[in-house]
């Protein structure tokens, strides 16, 4: 006898086999999207061969991810991607990671690096989705819209019900597809920072562990021009710097000139100290990024969507890049539903510090499929500094995944 859960999932594996339903540790339903494994080069023209690096957790590669179909909504301090909904905003950069690990084992905030296989994985594929990038509709095809979740001010509709545009707005074209990865909320994503303008980042897909990306984590790593990645502050690794010196005003403003990636940070958009405020920061399309004279760019930066793999006009759809070069800078991607053609599954925003919430960011959480997605048995590194091992986790038949120390 099939129970609502085993029914639900029937229903929407059939109509989209590559969509699933999964509980987690409350028996609570959140509709997934199965992304399978593939290499760097199977994504972007000229790439090495190796695994691109969403699909590695702890030295492992994993045989797929699945992603949330929606943006998530909260309840009971657990994330759910549900259609129809109003997506969670308000919410801060911690609170997010934490709804999502709150979910069980393996349950992690959306990755850069996931995030970016999609985003390449659109590229190659020939279709870029569009969303809610104009109050309700698309800024390019203003007939496209969305059902309207959330109002303000006198009636300016802002964000949209989860999934409720027309297949355009998801990442493969088709009903089966990721929705809203453009325009409609800010989503956070995590292993990736900014910290006074030096890039840093949590190895391969290891945010998938729910380790520690707090701001003073010991696993922060920044990169060189080898693509190596080392403990953070030694001379020569990557940062953001700019082609034109910061000012000590402190009021929110585009100072002007261009970012541009370097081993230095000569010009902090703030020249009144390395804080977390909202004061000079610079705006530019995210293909305009140049790297400075004599700098080598290594695969890893483009991989993880830090630069442009196309730097032409238009090679990554004019989609907005934002930069604070000081303080802590937690990313968002994707847009909001008034950013117009800046919005986008390449745009980045490396302005906002981890304390953030606005009623246009929000967020979507992930879960890595373990290393044999059909066995009965799968191991997962827990969080902690003694690299203590979960036991051998059940995969029961109601598509939990639960384990003890």
């Not at 109050?135 to 969305?146: D, I, L, Q, S």
């Not at 610079?282 to 993880?304: C, D, F, H, N, R």
């Amino acid at each position: 006898m099939f129970n609502n859960f085993d029914t639900l999932k029937l229903a929407v594996e059939t109509v989209h086999p590559n969509n699933t339903v999964l509980l987690d540790d409350m028996g609570m339903p959140s509709i997934m999207v199965r992304i399978p494994k593939f290499k760097i080069s199977d994504v972007i023209e000229g790439g090495s061969t190796a695994t691109f690096p969403a699909f590695i957790v702890n030295g492992v590669e994993v045989p797929e991810i699945l992603i949330s179909k929606y943006p998530n909504i909260v309840m009971n301090e657990r994330a759910y991607s549900l259609p129809m909904r109003d997506p969670r905003a308000y919410v801060n950069y911690d609170q997010a990671k934490q709804y999502c690990q709150n979910k069980g084992t393996g349950w992690h905030l959306m990755s850069n690096a996931e995030w970016m296989a999609i985003a390449y994985w659109c590229k190659k594929n020939g279709f870029v989705p569009g969303g809610n990038t104009s109050y309700g509709c698309n800024h390019a095809a203003p007939h496209e819209k969305g059902t309207p979740s959330y109002t303000y001010g006198e009636g300016t509709i802002g964000r949209t019900f989860t999934g409720s545009g027309p297949v355009t707005w998801a990442h493969d074209g088709t009903a089966a597809g990721i929705f809203d990865l453009c325009g409609n909320v800010w989503e956070w994503v995590s292993g990736l920072r900014l910290h006074n303008g030096e890039i840093q980042v949590i190895p391969d897909n290891n945010s998938a562990r729910g380790v520690d990306e707090s701001a003073t984590s010991p696993l922060w790593r920044a990169m060189l021009q080898d693509g190596t990645l080392v403990a953070p502050g030694p001379a020569g690794t990557l940062k953001y710097d700019n082609s034109i010196t910061g000012d000590a005003t402190q009021t929110n403003h585009d100072i002007g000139g261009a970012a541009e990636l370097s081993t230095v940070r000569n010009n902090p958009m703030y020249t009144g100290g390395d804080v977390d405020d909202y004061y000079g920061y610079q705006y530019q399309t995210y293909e305009s990024l140049a790297a400075k004279a004599g700098i080598t760019v290594p695969e890893i930066a483009k991989v993880l969507g830090l630069f442009p793999t196309n730097p032409t006009a238009g090679g990554h759809d004019g989609d907005g890049l934002w930069v604070r070069n000081y303080g802590e800078r937690l990313p968002l991607r994707g847009g909001r539903w008034d950013n117009a053609s800046r919005s986008g599954v390449f745009a980045l925003n490396l302005n906002e510090s981890r304390a953030n919430s606005n009623h246009n960011v929000g967020f979507r959480a992930a879960l890595p499929s373990k290393p044999d997605i059909q066995g009965l048995r799968a191991w997962f590194q827990c969080r902690g500094d003694k690299g203590t091992y979960i036991r051998p986790i059940l995969r029961d038949g109601k598509n939990r995944f639960h384990g003890s120390r």
